[in-house]
């Protein structure tokens, strides 16, 4: 199995990572050996097997909508880098 | 007095007893932190102010007759649990000033409890890793001996408890992030069902396996922890809806006649021989003296844990690590418009490891490579699950190694993520399935290094497995011996 450097840029883009140049070719190896570990989860037969989320088979939690307090604005946005009148500011987003 | 080699038993007699209180005991281990920690490094953070201001409370507390379970008892707390005004950073740059405005649920109940909080302990940046040498701010070193690694990714709690900085410590285990360190520690590290214990405020490495758990020096004492961390959270939606036992009166259950299956796939290829041996000597143990019967049994898709956990794994962390954007808390890099501050953010932010484990999971969840990689791995998860249900109809617990060696030397491993991977094969599955995990020492390698040996029981066998664990540990009294630091 190989990746080429051009996939690593798409993976790398839609988890919002960038790499220098030496590092794509660090991580195409990387992903590449891992990968072909993986592949030998294709030796199995699992056509009519349920894939397994969660390891125990809890059903949905119901509780009673009651008003309870919650985090002051303040000390929610304590750890926020920027923010401003009770908000969280972002670099501009529109064009 | 040696407090460092009371387990949390012996100094809640104490305490009890009045034959001491908890600011002598705090302030003791906090000397003994203030010593040698700078060699092992165990602790990002003490917290010596509040712990100090904790045990005067505790012991005011005390006197005036109140009767909380682990009241004036010094802690140690993994940095990957929130704790309100104690910052919190996972070993990441990219939370290396956050201040939690809020308690996890451990947390909380820890202090009902009456629990002192000495500090915050060194990981594998958000919890990636079985090493401790992925921490963004530095590796710790095993007590045992400072050349080798003190496992991971909960290798500061195993660390600290060893080098007697404190009795327990909480650790978190979501492929062996409690077992692995403890056993290469020389130390008890248990892995609740999951499940079993709230996972609220444990920063999210991968919810599906991620369970929070006791590091201690006896078997006894996990139990005693559990019992106060255990339990239901309206918090934590998969929280089970479970009653919690007495485990500590738990421990003297009658055993005899029951059974341990020993899976042929872990002593196979690739298991030193010394743990090997060191799990045999056990074996007589339980065998001999407790009185339980022994069978081969077989959990044949243990070959595929490894691939199916770092798929699963890294595909769970890719979305939970999402939420690191520079918006909301945590590091921000300016940059000129929104995406590209979010990847400076988090190129910055992140180390090697959990960048590539993003990577693993953004690819495996990818559009076209979903079906191939994780449906299918979530498929070998039921076949992984199914070998243990079929396995615990024959037999009582399943016993077998930790980990294939005893700890590594510090470097060893680094470059090769793979093979560092691998060194979790006798632990992941317990995560996949769900299932209760404790390990405790068993011996030690003839370069003087502890061995663990690892049992298994089903959903909610704590009960179970600490008592085989605890009648086990009182026989070889290991517990009694110390790493000379």
């Not at chain 1, 839609?14 to 660090?26: D, G, S, W």
């Not at chain 1, 939690?61 to 929610?76: C, H, I, M, N, Y």
């Not at chain 2, 089970?240 to 009658?254: H, N, Q, R």
């Not at chain 2, 979530?378 to 980990?403: C, N, W, Y």
Request: hydrophobic share 40%; aromatic share 8%.
């Amino acid at each position: 199995m190989s990746i080429t450097k051009e996939e690593v840029i798409h993976v790398a883009h839609l988890a919002r990572l960038e790499f220098e140049e030496v590092e794509l070719e660090r991580f195409a190896e990387q992903l590449a050996e891992i990968l072909s570990y993986v592949e030998k989860l294709g030796e199995l037969d699992t056509s009519n097997v349920e894939p397994t989320y969660h390891a125990l088979n809890l059903v949905n939690v119901f509780r009673e909508d009651e008003v309870k307090g919650s985090l002051p604005t303040e000390e929610a946005l304590s750890n926020a880098p920027e923010k401003e009148n009770g908000f969280f500011v972002v670099p501009k987003v529109i064009k | 007095m040696t407090w460092h080699k009371f387990p949390l038993s012996t100094q809640l007699e104490l305490l009890e007893k009045g034959e001491t209180d908890s600011l002598s005991l705090t302030k003791a281990l906090l000397e003994r932190i203030k010593e040698k920690d700078p060699q092992i490094k165990a602790f990002i953070k003490v917290t010596e102010e509040e712990a100090l201001k904790a045990a005067e409370e505790a012991d005011r507390s005390r006197k005036e007759g109140e009767k909380r379970p682990l009241l004036g008892l010094p802690l140690a707390i993994k940095d990957n649990i929130c704790t309100r005004g104690i910052p919190t950073t996972c070993a990441s740059r990219i939370l290396a000033n956050f201040v939690p405005p809020f308690d996890a649920t451990v947390i909380t109940k820890l202090k009902a409890a009456g629990a002192v909080i000495l500090g915050k302990t060194n990981l594998d940046e958000f919890a990636m890793g079985s090493s401790t040498e992925n921490s963004a701010f530095f590796p710790t070193k095993n007590p045992w001996d400072f050349s080798r690694v003190p496992g991971g990714s909960s290798g500061g709690s195993a660390a600290a408890v060893a080098a007697g900085f404190c009795a327990g410590a909480l650790g978190s285990d979501t492929g062996g992030s409690i077992r692995q360190p403890a056993s290469f520690c020389g130390v008890v590290g248990l892995k609740p069902t999951y499940g079993r214990v709230s996972r609220y405020g444990l920063v999210a490495f991968a919810s599906s396996l991620d369970q929070i758990g006791p590091i201690t020096r006896t078997v006894k004492d996990a139990a005693l922890l559990l019992q106060y961390l255990a339990g239901p959270d309206p918090k934590d939606s998969t929280s089970a809806p479970k009653e919690v036992p007495d485990y500590l009166s738990a421990l003297k259950m009658d055993l005899r006649g029951k059974k341990i299956g020993l899976p042929k796939e872990y002593f196979g290829e690739g298991l030193e021989e010394e743990v090997r041996l060191k799990i045999e000597e056990a074996l007589k143990v339980f065998k001999e003296e407790l009185g339980l019967e022994i069978r081969e049994i077989s959990l044949p898709h243990t070959p595929y844990a490894v691939a199916t956990y770092y798929i699963i794994a890294p595909a769970e962390a890719s979305s939970n690590l999402a939420r690191y954007d520079g918006v909301k808390y945590g590091l921000r890099v300016e940059a000129q418009d929104l995406i590209a501050m979010y990847k400076k953010t988090r190129s910055q932010g992140f180390g090697p490891e959990v960048k590539r484990r993003i990577m693993i999971g953004t690819y495996a969840l990818s559009a076209g490579y979903y079906d191939a990689y994780y449906k299918k791995a979530s498929q070998v998860r039921t076949l992984i699950v199914r070998d243990f249900m079929e396995a615990f109809k024959e037999v009582d617990f399943i016993v077998g190694p930790v980990a294939p060696s005893p700890a590594f030397k510090i470097g060893e491993r680094v470059d090769d993520p793979l093979k560092m991977y691998l060194s979790d094969i006798y632990t992941i599955s317990v995560n996949l399935a769900g299932i209760v995990g404790l390990s405790l020492p068993c011996g030690f390698s003839g370069q003087g290094l502890p061995i663990g040996i690892q049992i298994m029981g089903p959903h909610f066998s704590e009960p179970e497995v600490l008592a085989l664990g605890h009648q086990f540990e009182e026989i070889l009294k290991l517990y009694e011996r110390y790493p000379e630091i």
